[in-house]
């Protein structure tokens, strides 16, 4: 009989998703924004061991609407694997008879994190917008504490793509004692003025959404129609003009012909419509709020370096490595070159990928070989140059 | 004292919209889709005079959400001129003292002609959604009666950017008799999967706003918020990264630094709100909803060529003159240089341009002085082979 996927060798099995309460008023975190929030809860899976002497530990950041779970099966029955499965387990870049891999749920997640759909204990009630606006940094903060926490002084890497990347890029330029290496991948160190475009519409749509209520809608009829609106924006800008005709062509939906009327005729749009009607069933719509404004805030130049990139790169001590993807218009490859230069600007120890794909953006979790040859050779370097 | 904007030299002046009515039941006009419909009224503009010959005629089309106002003003105190202004007047490449222009608002919709928002002679209410669903060849169709109307046996030219682009192309295919010479700026014989996939967000976000009541609104409160999403959409695709990056960069709106608050910060946000709220206040949503259907249906290749685009210009008459920008990733200039291979395969008379520029898309109401020397010289020509 063929093995079940979680049996698998090469799969990290059945896995648990564990959670660290920290800064328990009165001891507070002090947020970006000025404002203090605790206690803080966060959401993170590990896979593999930890070596005694804590020098193995690989931290993977998730992207916009990912979380904790990126490897193996929470159930026998789970039908699909965590989000960065195929890159994490045995034999698999992130090798786990190797290395301690953590993921973790960002700070105004929704997915065990605290955030907006958490209780607020001043009210006993959902935060909503009573919840603060939280930063890239404030989310590394966190982080930091859970590593902190594990007994983990330096990590051996950090690495993320998308909105994981810009986390990866906070992480080397606010700790770079604790970071050996860094992998960024299909990301930027500040979003374009039509990435930040996009994110305000999928907003707009949001807060448009009578539902939405002013962010309280927690145990009433949510916003439903904005949230996939929001996700159906976000879809386009993942995929790439030539991955969309491949994928869908001018093709049509159940018939051969024109019916006239305003239904999802093309495949396209019935794509986006169930892309987006999926959505809302596992993501709460402040959630993508505050995340999307967090992603926007970002801006690692202004923040750390006067406005040059150069300049907030000049304490980076990890060994860094930059992929970006030829059709990707959302984090395009000249964002991923910027980051280069600039860390090349100061001496650096920097490689850069500039990996072929038709996917957009979703390449950076499509490209699995491109990607995972690429890791796995950087990471073997790394392991070379420290024993 | 200087001349005010109507008054000078170049300014086709003072005009006013005319209205033709025709297909009066019980002759009503059948639509692609197999409906009925009549009485149908067009409104359209000309501006110079039509010779004795009526050989000097020009069509312009309009795109999405433009009019049959094309130049000139509708009165002393009109702020703006009409949308294609600068191209249409003496001296100028449409000019009024050599041609008869003639540009006519869409059936379907809200700027005069026929469509959704006009008032259904058979329940003496406004169709909404009982409006039967229009294609890019019915508008034409409602063009030619007008054409005939106007005792214009033969177009000298007809000449459109973005979904104008498309009338055109209908125009030259289905009656290459009546048409001497044809300008497609911009434009597509059919919109990629990516365009429809934007065009089926921004339908979604009027469909999903409570008051767009399944089209049942008008003289209730219109569908705002839906609406402007889909004008925000729309206007992202019709600017480029470079543009965006030239026009807004990260720049803030009203303060230096981030209020940490879901208002509009980013000046691209402020930006697309602002054009948002506008358009509410001149479009119609249904018009919306309309319009953007029939630009996906149009697929010149499906519709007239057996799938083939060379097959569906074997009859073109008309010197085709072919306009794209290179930063146009909506009507991107792959597109344009289909239509041209095509046109080639055929031998027909085709001239193509790709105008180096950093506007995307808008470039087609932006890039002016380009744009005039090449239509110029178009025209020219074409008068001196005529003469």
Request: charged share 20%; net charge negative; aromatic share 12%.
């Amino acid at each position: 009989m063929p093995e079940k996927p979680y049996e698998q060798h090469d799969s990290v099995g059945l896995v648990k998703t564990q959670y660290y309460t920290f800064a328990e008023p009165p001891e507070e975190l002090l947020l970006t924004c000025g404002k203090l929030i605790g206690p803080i809860t966060v959401a993170y899976e590990t896979y593999g061991k930890l070596s005694p002497a804590a020098d193995n530990a690989i931290l993977i950041f998730h992207a916009l609407t990912g979380d904790a779970h990126a490897a193996g099966y929470h159930s026998p029955n789970d039908k699909n694997p965590g989000w960065w499965d195929n890159m994490i387990g045995q034999g698999k870049p992130f090798n786990t008879s190797r290395y301690f891999i953590i993921c973790a749920n960002y700070l105004c997640g929704c997915k065990g994190t605290t955030g907006p759909s958490s209780i607020n204990p001043r009210t006993n009630q959902p935060y909503g917008l009573g919840f603060p606006m939280v930063t890239i940094t404030d989310m590394v903060t966190v982080q930091k504490q859970l590593i902190d926490h594990l007994g983990i002084k330096k990590l051996l890497a950090i690495a993320g793509g998308s909105m994981g990347g810009m986390l990866a890029l906070e992480w080397v330029t606010r700790y770079p004692e604790s970071v050996r290496s860094a992998c960024i991948i299909a990301s930027t160190s500040r979003l374009s003025p039509q990435a930040i475009a996009f994110d305000a519409v999928g907003r707009n749509a949001i807060i448009s959404d009578p539902n939405w209520n002013n962010g309280d809608y927690y145990g009433k009829p949510l916003p439903r129609h904005g949230l996939a609106i929001a996700r159906m924006i976000g879809h386009i800008t993942y995929l790439s003009d030539e991955s969309m005709h491949a994928k869908f062509g001018r093709r049509l939906q159940f018939r051969d012909t024109y019916g006239y009327d305003f239904s999802s005729e093309f495949e396209v749009e019935s794509y986006l419509h169930y892309q987006g009607d999926r959505f809302v069933e596992r993501f709460d719509a402040n959630s993508y709020l505050y995340i999307t404004k967090a992603m926007d805030y970002f801006d690692l130049a202004a923040s750390k370096g006067n406005g040059s990139l150069t300049k907030a790169f000049e304490n980076v001590l990890a060994k860094m490595l930059v992929v970006s993807f030829t059709s990707d218009w959302l984090f395009p490859p000249y964002q991923s070159k910027e980051i280069v230069k600039a860390l090349m600007n100061n001496d650096k120890d920097v490689s850069y990928v500039e990996i072929f794909s038709t996917y957009g953006h979703d390449a950076f979790l499509l490209e699995v070989e491109h990607l995972s040859n690429i890791i796995n050779s950087f990471l073997s370097n790394l392991a070379l140059e420290i024993s």
